[in-house]
């Protein structure tokens, strides 16, 4: 059978190893024919590359595979690319984070002023990629895993109509295998969800097994008896996404209709996640002392073996199953129904047909065909208009330069008190973000 033509953007990631662990273990359906890893970063791209030899050595020997800063090089004649990109690193991460708590709001990579500060780095960034994959592979699908994806989802729309683009995030797919976890259940995709909402801003209505059962009902008593299980991942156990994990019981037994997407404490106990949260060391530094380290010290550890360590490839799972999945769909035309991030259309009816919403889809060779979810209760409605609303101004901001859509998305945003905070937070992010925003006037 002859494979796919596939490059990993930001193949200097700690999640690539992930993404290559799943694309071996899966050459079965998704074969691969060529396989590149780019980034910017030539001395990144060298780590990842000595940490995944040992999976490499497992690809089929007439697959071609190389590492390359070289955009041409890389995207030259391929079917699929795979982007991951994080503008400015973990240090400006770490940036967002902090400023945003210096005043009081949740400091987190996607939500809050955070997020949208990270947005406004991401989408020159993302754009560049297309642009760069448009010019070598015109119809090569892009399948973009870039934070903040709901940011980066609206601005591609814009620019490129989301042409054989498909914005994705793993979060639903984490608590998924949480979920199926506590069901006696073995994949994520053993649950068949139905779910509503933005990226990182949703709740699951129904979740039915291979049978056609319901489990929500069964899982709700679970949770409120037991809480949510962690994940298998090791670095979704660590102390930060462990307090995650507690406070789903808590969103469930205020708001018990849905289940909801974990990222939701920030907007529902933003208080309490600012008072529970140290502002000298964030989220971005656990990162850079886990799973970055745990990279750093595993390819040291080949290199003082002269090869032989024997990588623990579990550090670094980023639920790339979920990547060759939608991948196969597409490329088969399989229509298999996954939650993923497309133009609303009609999906949620009281929401503006051109709103990137995170729903079911079933994903076919020509792109994703969402389900209809019709009517939402109030409550959650009013939420996601006020959310859609900051990501929209934020996008503004950056197409039309304007610092004063700028302040109207941090202000709208539900994570910030007040007009002047948000100046404020805005004001400092203008100053950290020198060389990556663009130019607000």
């Known amino acids: 059978m002859v494979g796919f033509k596939v490059v990993i953007v930001g193949g200097g990631s700690s999640h690539t190893p992930g993404i290559i662990q799943s694309l071996v273990g899966n050459l079965d359906r998704f074969p691969l024919q060529k396989l590149v890893l780019y980034d910017i970063d030539p001395d990144r791209l060298e780590l990842v590359d000595t940490l995944c030899q040992s999976l490499i050595a497992k690809l089929d020997p007439a697959c071609v595979y190389f590492t390359t800063t070289d955009p041409k090089e890389a995207f030259t004649d ?32 996607t939500c809050g002023p955070g997020g949208m500060a990270y947005g406004l780095r991401s989408i020159p960034g993302v754009f560049q990629v297309i642009d760069d994959i448009r010019t070598y592979a015109p119809e090569a699908w892009i399948i973009n895993y870039s934070n903040p994806a709901a940011i980066v989802a609206e601005a591609t729309r814009r620019q490129y109509h989301n042409y054989k683009i498909l914005n994705i995030c793993d979060m639903p797919v984490a608590i998924m295998l949480s979920f199926a976890k506590m069901l006696g259940l073995e994949k994520y995709n053993d649950l068949d969800p139905v779910y509503f909402g933005l990226n990182h801003f949703g709740w699951w ?125 597409i490329a088969y035309n399989n229509a298999d129904r996954y939650l993923v991030i497309v133009e609303n259309n009609g999906s949620i009816p009281a929401l503006p047909n051109d709103a990137m919403v995170e729903v079911p889809c079933y994903l076919r060779k020509w792109g994703p065909e969402p389900v209809v979810i019709g009517e939402i209760p109030q409550f959650h409605l009013g939420m996601m208009q006020q959310q859609l609303a900051a990501e929209k101004l ?7 330069n304007s610092y004063q859509k700028a302040l109207e998305a941090f202000t709208m945003n539900k994570t910030v008190p007040s007009a002047k905070i948000a100046r404020k937070i805005l004001d400092k992010m203008i100053e950290a973000n020198k060389g990556y925003w663009p130019e607000l006037r």
């Not at 240090?91 to 949740?106: A, N, P, Y």
């Not at 799973?291 to 080949?302: G, H, P």
């Not at 934020?394 to 039309?400: K, N, T």
């Open 394 to 400: 934020i996008v503004d901001a950056y197409f039309e």
């Open 205 to 329: 209505t129904k979740l039915f097994d291979k049978t056609g059962e319901d489990r929500m009902p069964e899982l709700k008593e679970k949770i409120m008896q037991f809480g949510l299980a962690a994940s298998h991942d090791k670095h979704h156990s660590d102390p930060s996404w462990r307090h995650t994990w507690e406070n789903f019981k808590e969103i469930l037994t205020d708001f018990p209709e849905f289940l909801p997407n974990t990222y939701l404490q920030y907007y529902l106990y933003a208080k309490e996640c600012v008072e529970t949260s140290d502002p000298n060391y964030t989220r971005a530094n656990m990162v850079m002392d886990g799973r970055e380290k745990d990279m750093y010290d595993q390819v040291r550890l080949i290199k003082e073996s002269g090869g032989t360590h024997e990588v623990n490839l579990n550090l670094f799972n980023a639920f790339g199953d979920f990547i060759v999945d939608v991948a196969c769909s």
């Open 78 to 109: 391929i079917d699929f690319a795979f982007a991951q990109i994080r503008q400015g690193g973990l240090k400006m991460r770490e940036k967002d984070e902090k400023i945003s708590l210096e005043f009081g709001v949740v400091g987190q990579e």
